[in-house]
DNA sequence: GTGCGTGCAAAGTCTTTGCAAACCG
DNA sequence: CGGTTTGCAAAGACTTTGCACGCAC
């Protein structure tokens, strides 16, 4: 999906919600686009954005994050580091990517398997529960910390 | 697993690691084993133990769930609640249990479904990770919730 | 006895909220 | 213009930390 698609996604939505498309929101947004770093939080999206806008506060950018979580072009993930991430809810690219966290260096790594076809069914008919949405955290070493380990 | 086997497992791991079994880490313990809850905050076993030790402080009880953790006999879990939650590490029992999260009414439900089986391979031939632990979080709606929505 | 563990309160970190001013539509 | 949204600072929620005292070994 291209950068502009999403930005008009968020002109759609809040259109939509009758919400407003202000300049802070799509700033914020835009740094989602332009950073190469996939799992940002609030204080890393803050820092890309206040050197050129140094009137953005840490509260919208929380109150936008928020937003766009509730309009489904984020994903909230957590990652057991104390603060809130977020992802680009590209819900066309990837059916289901799942994350790799290393328990040494924090890395954090993108992976696609597809368990959730069989495990779906599964679910629903035993336990009777609707599914929503998934997340695999798989807990472990890299290939650079089991070097470095075993030295 | 019996309830003395786990505190004997304490006994022992605190003993070969030299730290101390004092009374504070087996009344939180026991808290753990007595709670019919599975998934238990800090505040939850604070709540659980001051009645009968109100000497007991709260940054004791974070302490200990913190140790117990690393001596592996509890796990740390979020739920994305704000607050981290615990269950014992009963590994002899289920092998791999995950948990369903209700995103009506809050409710965790667990379920047991070993698709890592297959996965571990995949992930550490193709990304040269070495899987430690896994989690798996479901989101979506409970058998009652879906009843709530649909009246 | 010695040093780890504890209780208390204070500090820390992340996040949310109240309110007047600014802004979008 | 009118109701959202924002910035700021303050408050909130959870967790960690510093320090003197107490307890396990």
Chains 1, 2 share one sequence.
């Not at 929101?25 to 989602?32: D, K, P, T, V, Y």
């Not at 140094?54 to 104390?82: H, Q």
Request: hydrophobic share 35%; charged share 35%; net charge neutral.
């Amino acid at each position: 999906m291209k950068q502009s698609d999403i930005m008009n996604a968020l002109r759609e939505r809040i259109k939509e919600k009758k919400y407003k498309f202000t300049r802070q929101r799509q700033i914020i947004l835009q740094a989602f686009l332009d950073s190469k770093e996939n799992h940002m939080s609030a204080e890393d999206i803050f820092a890309m954005v206040k050197d050129e806008n140094p009137d953005i506060g840490l509260a919208t950018v929380y109150r936008s994050l928020e937003l766009f979580t509730s309009l489904e072009l984020l994903k909230k993930l957590d990652f057991g580091d104390g603060r809130s991430r977020y992802e680009l809810n590209d819900r066309n690219l990837k059916h289901s990517h799942h994350h790799l966290i290393c328990l040494g260096c924090g890395r954090v790594v993108e992976f696609s398997y597809d368990f959730l076809d069989g495990l779906k069914d599964k679910i629903e008919r035993e336990d009777g529960f609707q599914i929503v949405d998934s997340q695999l955290k798989v807990y472990g070493y890299c290939r650079e910390c089991q070097k470095k380990n075993s030295i």
